[in-house]
């Protein structure tokens, strides 16, 4: 097999070429047709985190091992079946589902493998799909994609997942109940597409971007509100009609946590997704007396990737624009990404797909 790898971080990547894996047990070997760049892989590729004042989360330190082929949105078409693996055959086009797990532990079983302790994700711990193989480790984190795009269907796996899980974690809600999401980027786009596709009718978009809040009214935010300044949680509240239930917040800064939290009313729930990063100091009392909840959400599960796809597949979830681009060129892709020049996500695309 040939891989794109992170040989030395913040240094072009280098085509390998490694002995395609053998798969055992439960595994399953596919051959990569598609693989989204997610923004996430600039920080693996650098190596670090940048955590604010001064402090790095260094990923070398927390278990990122090189060479490493990135990737964790990834399509491909099965090859070769483990001695134990059932339930797809040689030809199926699958999605995988990255964000895998120990396998044996409580978490992994319930089919909360993002939930693990051990976490083995593919494309950050072990290889994923910036190659022409990938295994998963078992055929249950395969979705069949159906009819949908396997360029758009390959981005359900990080991004879309992440919105899922996010929005699945204030639900369920009335369609008339306000659920505001800050941040009208790549994933507050995405949170709108699946907010409609779920029937919900009021969403108040908050942005410090004018053009991002057109876009947000455009893609169908009933509200777009100024995210920047003060007195932004009276304008949500406003914009409501009083202080709200649901708050998803995929900015997650310091601002940002602040006026989400001062916008909840009384069993009120902050979702934060994003990483800005900063901090929130709160006064205590609030949490027990208005019975509110902070949870943070990371990714998502298998169930949630299938509960994904089937609302694609029945429903009217809008696409996000998907350019594709040969699995050769992942490093121009990777630059392109970083210096701000991605509408949407760019997605490798094996030269036989
Ligand atoms: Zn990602
Ligand atoms: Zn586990």
């Known amino acids: 097999m040939r891989a ?58 927390r278990g990122v091992v090189l060479p490493l082929a990135m990737g964790h949105e990834i399509v491909g078409r099965v090859v070769k079946l483990g001695p134990d693996a059932t339930g797809v055959k040689v030809g199926d086009l699958r999605i995988v589902f990255p964000w895998v797990g120990c396998g044996v532990c409580d978490a992994c079983l319930a089919e909360d493998d993002n939930m693990c302790l051990k976490g083995r994700s593919l494309g950050v711990y072990q290889n994923g799909g910036y190659g022409t193989h990938v295994v998963a480790p078992h055929p249950r984190h395969l979705v069949d994609p159906g009819t949908l795009d396997p360029a758009v269907a390959a981005t359900y796996a990080c991004s879309g997942i992440t919105v899922y899980s996010a929005i699945n974690k204030v639900m369920p809600i009335s369609p008339d109940e306000p659920i505001v999401l800050v941040g009208a980027g790549g994933l507050g786009m995405n949170a709108i597409a699946v907010l409609k596709a779920m029937k919900h009718r009021n969403i108040i978009s908050v942005d410090v971007s004018a053009e991002k809040r057109d876009a947000a009214l455009n893609a169908g935010a009933t509200k777009a509100l100024d995210g920047s300044g003060e007195g932004v949680a009276q304008r949500i509240i406003d914009a409501a009609g009083g202080p709200v239930l649901a708050v998803i917040d995929l900015v997650n800064g310091t601002a940002s946590a602040r006026f989400a939290f001062d916008a909840l009313r009384k069993g009120g729930k902050l979702i934060q997704v994003g990483l800005f990063g900063g901090e929130l100091t709160i006064p205590l009392p609030y949490m027990p007396i208005r019975a509110l909840t902070v949870q943070g959400s990371y990714v998502g599960n298998p169930k949630e990737l299938r509960a994904l796809v089937k609302l694609a597949q029945d429903g009217d979830l809008a696409a996000l624009p998907v350019a594709t681009v040969p699995q050769s060129q992942a490093y121009e892709a990777l630059m392109r990404l970083r210096d701000g020049k991605v509408n949407g996500r760019i997605v490798l695309r094996a030269d036989a797909a």
């Open 4 to 61: 794109w790898a992170v040989v030395e971080n913040g240094k072009p990547l280098q085509e390998l070429e490694w002995p395609t894996p053998e798969p055992t047990g439960t595994e399953v070997l596919l051959e990569v047709t598609h693989c989204g760049v997610c923004h996430s892989d600039i920080h693996i590729w650098e190596g670090h985190y940048d955590l604010g004042g001064g402090k790095v989360m260094n990923l070398q330190d």
